[in-house]
Every structure is written in C-alpha cells, then in structure tokens.
C-alpha cells in the first residue's frame, strides 16, 4: 500500500508543471507573436511566431481559433517573416522570407548559411500544403482578384501570376526607385512613388495600354498614393523639399504639407487640403496609417495630422472643405485600419492612458471614438472576425499574446497550449509610472521598478534603461515591439536579481505629444537629453532603497548613445553601463542616414554635432563599461563601437566587449538576445554587486 502511494505522489510530481523562476532564458523563451492578420471572409487569422529564434506561421480559424503551425521552420537562423498576409481566396497567404540586403547588397546571414539566403515571396495553403516560391522581391501586392502579385526587386516593379510561381518579370522601367505600389479596384492600373533623391514623382502604369505617365510631377516628394474604392480618384501626400533638414534635429515647423487629387476621368490634378503653417505643417514620418492615407465609405479620405500637437486622425472629402477631426483628446493615435465590416475604423491610441495602448472604434458620425478596451493591458494589432475582434495584447506581468475581445470587454487568452507554464509571471513586478525633473527644469515621465522585498534603507544597486529610436516610448507593461519587449524582460530580470530599475521616457520621444517628441536642440542639435540623463541619476540618487555610487546605466541604439553621454560626462554619478550598438559620434551616424552629408558643407551645425556626441567627451570617460555590437549593423555603423573602444583603451578606461559576426541591428538569432542579455547582467552583478569595479 504504501508503494502504491508513493508511486502516485511521484507521478504527481512528475506531471506538474515546472516550478517558474525569472530566469533570463524563461522571460525571453515565450513565442512571440507578429503580423496577425485576418482572412478576408473574417473567418480565419494567421500570424508569426517567433519561438527561440524559430518563425513560423500559424492559422486559427473561429469562433474556437484552435492553432495550426503551418510552416515547419526549425533552426535559429535569423530568416525573417514579414508581410503576411491572405489571398482573396481566403484559403492562401502569402508572406516574405528573408531580410533586406545591406549597401553591400548582402543579406542579413547571422547564423552563417553556407547554402546561402535570399529575400523571397512565397504561398501557402492555410492547410500547410503547397508551399512554394513565387518570385524573388518584396513589397508584394495582390491584384483585386488574386490572380497576381506586383513587388519590387531591384527598385523595379515586377509581377507574377499565382498559378505560374517562379516566373516573375519586370512590368516596366522607370527611373529612381519604386514604392508604395497600389492596384486600381479594378485591377487594370498600378499607382506608385517613383522615390529619386531629392525628389519623387507619383505614377501611373496602365495594363490595357501599356503605358507609364507621372500625372503632376513636382520639385517636392510625392508618395503614399490611395485609390478611391470605386477607382474614380488617386490621393498622395506631397511634401515639401527641404535641403537642409539632417536627422535627430527637432523640426517644429515648416513649409507646409499637401494632399493632392488626381481626377482619373479628366486627368486632372489639384491640391485638395494643405496643412497650416505651426504646429502640424511638418508631415510627422511615424504614421499611423498604413499607407499614411486611408480612402473610407467612398466619402472620406483619412489622414494623420498633427494641428493640435498631438498625432490626431482627421477626414475630408474628395469635394474638399474643412478636415474633420475624428480623434479628440490628449494622446497619440499610433495605428488604424478599415473595421472587417468596413464601416467603421479600428484604432490604436493612448489617449485617456498615456502610458499605455487600448482599442479605439470610429464611426462617420460620432463626435468621438468608442473605447473598446482598458484597463491595465496593452492592447494593438486588432483585426475583426465573425467572433469579435481579435488583437495582441500584454500587461505589465504577461508578455504579447493573443487574445479574443469579448462582448463584455473581457479579454480571452488564445493559443492557451502555446503558452509556457515555466513563464515566471507571478514573480514579475508591476512598474509605476513617475515623473523626475531633469537638470533644465524639464519634467520626464519614467517607470519605476522595485524589487518585491525592497525596503527604505536597504541601498540596492540601480540601473537606469533608455529606450532607442529616439521615436519610442516605453510602456507600463511588456512592449509592443519585440526588440522593446525584450527590454522591458532584462528590466524585469534585474528587479528581481534586487536591483531598483528606471526606465525613462525621455525627451525626443513619442507618446507625450509634438513639442515633446521635437524637443528643442535635441540629439545632434545639442543633445538636451543628457539633460534627462543626469536628472534620472539624481533621482535614483536621492531614493532612500538605492545606494548612490552603485548606479549603473544601459540601453541600445539611441539608448546606448545617452549611456555613452552619461559614462563620457558624468563617470562621477554612473559607475557603469552596457552600451547596445550606441552612437557615439553624430556626424558619422548622420552620413548612415543621408549618404549625402558632409560635415565640411555644414561647418556650424558639424561643430555642434560633434559637442553632442560621447567621443567629444571620451578624456573624461571613467566609468568602466559593456560594449555589445554585431557587425552588420544597417542603423548604427560597426565602426561607432570600433572607434570608441580604441579611444578608451587608449586613456586605460576599462572596457569588455561581446561582438556578433554578421548580427544586424535588431538581433535576429534568439540565441544572440540571450547572450547579450546574459552578459549584461553578469556585468552589472560583478560591477554593481560585488564591487569589483577595476
């Protein structure tokens, strides 16, 4: 008898769930879902996982949306999926497989592919069956009837019919480099942006005549053509040249931006709205629409604007007047798209939760969005089915997942099986929102994370976060964007190692509105945030649980550049840091962004460029730091990392370094994340912890 107990318990034992820690690894484990997207016939979704650095797709059909894995990807290798999306079949998708080439033109290869790598389209069954390639290219877009896909390969639009894979060909020549390609509702046209330097054109390809025409050239940049649903009219965005905007340089203001019309019975063209001069006369480039331009109900055009100072949906007619605003309040519309229905708009803002995202739904005739979601949870990426909406959505203790918007409001979690029982959520912490001021009187919205076992008095070690961009903003919850969501975990993992962890929403930021996100002499024009830097540090400071002299500092990207400014400027106030891929001198990184720039032809604004960078500051560097960096950075150059090491070595300054043979940007291999992770919180236990600084 008493075996038979004992052989029980064990089994017990043995099928329970592993006991969840925070670990490194668990927080960055759970599947990573992307690109959802819903069939035309709103039956079905599909949508990306990302599980350890696998990316397969997956197909759900309603009301149950039992997971289907339909692809069978099963290596690390840093192959990207993107532009998933379904056939008008309702039966197909189709998606890219592969990244974008480099200036090189060399693909992104990280795990050292020696049978080679390409950035391919390719389709699918939504059963799994008959995958296979269409062409080589990207961009694609599918013909009204589905029959044929456009893209681009080698800036040139090429098509390719569904049922002849593989044979795809260039549809015409036409100078510069092609974007934005539209079908006509009836599928007898193409609409693009002919994008060439210091300009752009809008044009026209016609099937019937094979003939290509740019229907109102201009000095300007024209782009982000929409057709009207019955194809009646063609609407773009037509942008002012200006010579001397650089980038990282607040831009308040400008000559204003335009919509245009084209009348494709006459021909003729018109300028149908043009923006007010202040605020909102500067196109703002992180659009929430998905082509910047939305055509509804036949009656409106949808554009974002921000005339208020803050990042607003506005509508006006093809027959012109006044543009209608459809979204009140303070907050940042940051996504929107045509309801299943397509009588509303489903949208993505943080108004009424500044610090959050929730669903908006628009009507024509309301005065105001309906909210359809709140609380505590981060919710975007919806699409509508037969069941309800469908979105992704995390909280503070739950990573991205996906979830069926109930009619109550609750949400219902998806794909439950998928979910690890190992994720350590009841271990996580909730951060607070809080506001410091920095050192010019500035106040600068932050998140507060505090051990669970903390106490006034105990003076933990610290670590200070900056997000990249500088266009981000940091969520009260795990983020939207892998890269940031992956942040938000390493945060998480170091409040629960004991450390007191800020993260800050600095200024030059979205989320807080135009004045905010364009602060005065930021970045390259004088990097006002170093202002933020040291505020956030002198808070932390201050705090009665933090140990003033055990603060250290980390961030990528844009984030490691303000951990170089802290470390270079401030080695008395930071006692260590881990710089991701930083920036370290402007007018290097500027000449990534504009191959153009030289500094000599820009005397003035290179000298203050340079008093805006880490390198400027390198002799009074002394803090010891983390230098982590892949080779084939497309963003920040491998050579910001490479030449700030030579000058720390040197001056004697300590520095460790972990390098990513042909790793991009945004780490494609899973295992990179977790060994840059790794790494940096070995670095700040043996910097912050065990006072071994050297």
């Known amino acids: 008898m008493g075996m038979k107990y004992l052989l029980v318990i064990l089994a017990v034992v043995l099928l329970a769930p592993a006991k969840a820690q925070v670990t490194i690894e668990n927080l960055l484990n759970v599947p990573y879902p992307s690109l959802l997207t819903a069939s035309h016939d709103r039956k079905h979704i599909a949508w990306v996982f990302n599980e350890q650095g696998q990316r397969n797709i997956y197909v759900a059909t309603a009301p149950d949306f039992t997971p289907r894995k339909i692809t069978g990807y099963n290596q690390d290798d840093g192959q990207e999926i993107a532009e998933l999306r379904f056939l008008p079949d309702n039966h197909h998708l189709i998606f ?16 050292a592919r020696q049978t080679g790598v390409e950035r391919a389209i390719w389709i699918i069954g939504t059963d799994g069956s008959d995958l296979k390639k269409l062409a080589t290219g990207h961009s694609p877009e599918i013909s009204p009837d589905g029959k044929r896909i456009a893209y681009i390969s080698g800036g040139q639009v090429h098509l390719v019919h ?46 019937t005549r094979k003939s290509l025409y740019f229907p109102d050239p201009s000095v300007d940049h024209d782009g982000h053509p929409a057709w009207s649903p019955d194809g009646r009219y063609v609407a773009w965005i037509r942008v002012p040249h200006d010579q001397n905007r650089l980038p990282f340089v607040a831009k ?64 006006i007619r093809p027959a012109g007047g006044e543009a209608r605003l459809l979204t009140p309040g303070a907050g940042e519309i940051e996504s929107v798209a045509v309801s299943g229905d397509g009588k509303s708009l489903l949208a993505v803002s943080n108004i009424g939760d500044i610090d959050r995202r929730h669903l908006f739904r628009i009507n024509p005739a309301a005065a105001a969005p309906t909210q359809i979601t709140s609380g505590e949870g981060i919710e975007y990426q919806p699409v509508e089915t037969v069941a309800g909406i469908v979105c992704l959505r995390t909280d503070a203790t739950t990573p991205a997942w996906l979830y069926l918007v109930q009619p109550n409001g609750q949400m219902r979690m998806l794909a439950t099986r998928e979910f690890p029982q190992t994720f350590p959520r009841k271990d996580l912490v909730k951060p607070q929102p809080v506001t410091f001021t920095a050192t010019d009187g500035m106040p600068i919205p932050a998140q507060l994370f505090l051990p669970r076992d903390v106490r006034p008095g105990d003076k933990r070690p610290a670590v200070i976060f900056f997000h990249g961009g500088s266009r981000r903003q940091m969520v009260l919850g795990f983020h939207y964007s892998q890269y940031y969501h992956n942040a938000y975990a390493l945060n998480q993992y170091l409040a629960a190692r004991g450390y007191v962890v800020l993260s800050v929403n600095y200024r030059s930021g979205i989320g807080y509105g135009l004045e905010f996100r364009e602060a005065l002499n930021y970045g390259a024009d004088g990097a006002s945030e170093y202002h933020d830097v040291v505020g956030a540090g002198l808070y932390l400071a201050q705090r009665p649980e933090v140990n003033p002299r055990k603060i250290g500092l980390w961030g990528g990207s844009y984030g490691g550049y303000l951990t170089a400014m802290g470390l270079a400027r401030a080695s008395d106030l930071f006692a ?26 820009h005397e003035e604004f290179a000298q203050k460029a340079r008093e805006s960078s880490p390198m400027h500051f390198v002799k009074s560097w002394r803090s010891p730091v983390l230098l982590i960096h892949g080779d084939d950075d497309r963003n920040v150059p491998f050579s910001e990392t490479v030449n700030l090491a030579e000058s720390l070595r040197k001056q004697g300054v300590y520095f460790e370094q972990l390098i990513f043979p042909d790793e991009v940007h945004g780490f494609l291999l899973h295992k990179n994340w977790l060994s840059a992770y790794q790494a940096a919180a070995d670095f700040f236990k043996r910097m912050l912890e065990k006072n071994s600084r050297p």
């Open 252 to 315: 308040r203001e400008g000559h204003p931006w335009s919509l245009r019309l084209l009348d494709m019975g006459n021909g003729q063209v018109h300028e149908l709205w043009r923006a007010k001069t202040g605020r909102g006369s500067v196109l703002h480039q992180g659009i929430p629409v998905a082509n910047n331009l939305l055509w509804w109900l036949d009656d409106f055009i949808v554009f974002p604007w921000e005339a208020d100072g803050w990042q607003h949906l506005y509508a």
């Open 576 to 601: 260590c840091g881990v710089d991701i891929h930083g920036v370290h001198d402007w007018n290097e990184v500027i000449r990534n962004f504009v191959p153009a720039y030289k500094p000599e032809n």
């Open 162 to 207: 569904i049922d002849s894979a593989g044979t795809g060909k260039r549809l015409f020549h036409a100078r510069g480099t092609q974007h934005d390609v539209r079908w006509s509702p009836d599928g007898s046209k193409l609409v693009f942006a002919s994008v060439r330097q210091d300009h752009a054109f809008i044009g026209l390809y016609d099937f």
């Open 96 to 111: 890219i497989r592969g990244g974008a080439p480099n200036r090189a033109g060399e693909l992104p290869n990280p795990a």
